[in-house]
């Protein structure tokens, strides 16, 4: 074994994420595919050239990894799955907004990959697809900065004094008695406001361009949970005059030619739940006034019985790909 530990075997993590990010490159390699046919704008057009550079780069070395393990690659997305010629379905504004979110899902879920890898070859990788994507991050955020399409988070007064905390009611949600809320806790409502805003519109698109009743069906089911998470969250702020972020762009065409395969609409959902009721956790962990991880626990439960649906969609058409497992020890042993 050589000193770096690159010749021994890959651990349970370290499988599990090669095959999550050739499956997340290859599906966001589709996305940016139709994305960089149809965008007008030559600044969009710029960085989606370099992200889908990347998803294809990426899409290749993690399938390399993969190869070098004598693992089977998962079929993943594509040409098949997306037809670059269909008419222009999402706004550059929108296609900039969708950027920004995914790039920061990536942020969150490189970082992870890098922090549970042992083996330096995958290290490197996972720290390459992480300074990608602060690189792409930074560029989507600063183009729409200049832009004045940024939507900004809430702003609130700064503090004038160090302070300790005084009462046992600190921690009180009750009407009536409820103290202020945090800044951390106005920074996760205000995320997640944007997070189902960025997928109503999103499952706008998937709902008038998905071939199978079905799989329309279940996207304007998504769009509905998501209009209620961003009314229920929303309504919070309101109660404290805080103001919610918002946009003035539609986002999604009139079209309804599918420029995407029902099998990659179901797969970017599902994804975008996961992400989803990952953000919830997160916001309930560090929300200290007891009514808030009551609400993130009750979408939590609404966002996990909409995935739960999504599963049995893909099941039933064969379009569910079954991530790495163990070894079935009992059905070995059964004689």
């Known amino acids: 074994m050589s000193s770096n530990g690159q010749t021994a075997g890959l ?38 050239a370099k992200a889908l550079l990347a998803a294809k780069k990426y899409e290749e070395a993690s399938g390399e990894l993969m190869r070098g393990e004598n693992m089977p690659l998962p079929r993943g997305f594509t040409e098949e799955d997306v037809d670059v010629n269909a008419p222009r ?126 799989v329309r069906s279940y996207m304007k089911r998504g769009m509905n949970m998501a209009k209620k998470h961003e ?30 395969s029902d099998r990659l609409l179901m797969f970017v959902v599902t994804l975008l739940i996961a992400s989803g009721m990952g953000n919830y956790g997160m916001a309930a962990s560090i929300s200290l006034r007891s009514d808030l991880p009551v609400v993130y626990a009750r979408l939590i439960a609404e966002a996990a019985r909409l995935a739960k649906e999504g599963a049995d969609i893909m099941i039933d058409n064969g379009w569910l790909e079954q991530p790495p497992q163990n070894i079935n020890r009992r059905a070995l042993t059964t004689v």
């Open 231 to 260: 009314e229920i969250l929303s309504s919070k702020l309101e109660a404290e005059d805080v103001p919610t972020p918002s946009d003035w762009d539609p986002g999604v065409t009139e079209s309804k030619i599918p420029p995407y």
């Open 89 to 214: 379905l999402f706004s550059d504004i929108f296609i900039l907004t969708f950027l920004k979110h995914m790039s920061g899902f990536g942020l969150e879920a490189y970082g992870m990959m890098l922090g549970i890898s042992t083996r330096s070859d995958v290290r490197k990788l996972f720290m390459n697809m992480l300074e990608t994507t602060i690189e792409l991050f930074n560029e989507v955020t600063d183009t729409m900065l200049n832009k004045g399409v940024y939507i900004r988070p809430p702003i609130i007064a700064k503090p004038d004094r160090a302070d300790v905390v005084h009462k046992q009611s600190f921690f009180s949600g009750i009407i009536g008695n409820a103290r202020p809320l945090l800044a951390v806790e106005i920074t996760h409502i205000a995320l997640n406001i944007e997070t189902n805003a960025v997928g109503n519109r999103l499952l706008l698109g998937f709902m008038q361009t998905a071939r199978d009743e079905k």
């Open 11 to 48: 651990t349970a993590p370290e499988i599990a994420n090669l095959w999550n990010a050739y499956m997340y490159n290859s599906m966001t390699r589709r996305m940016l595919e139709f994305f960089n046919a149809s965008a007008d704008d030559p600044d969009t057009q710029n960085i989606l």
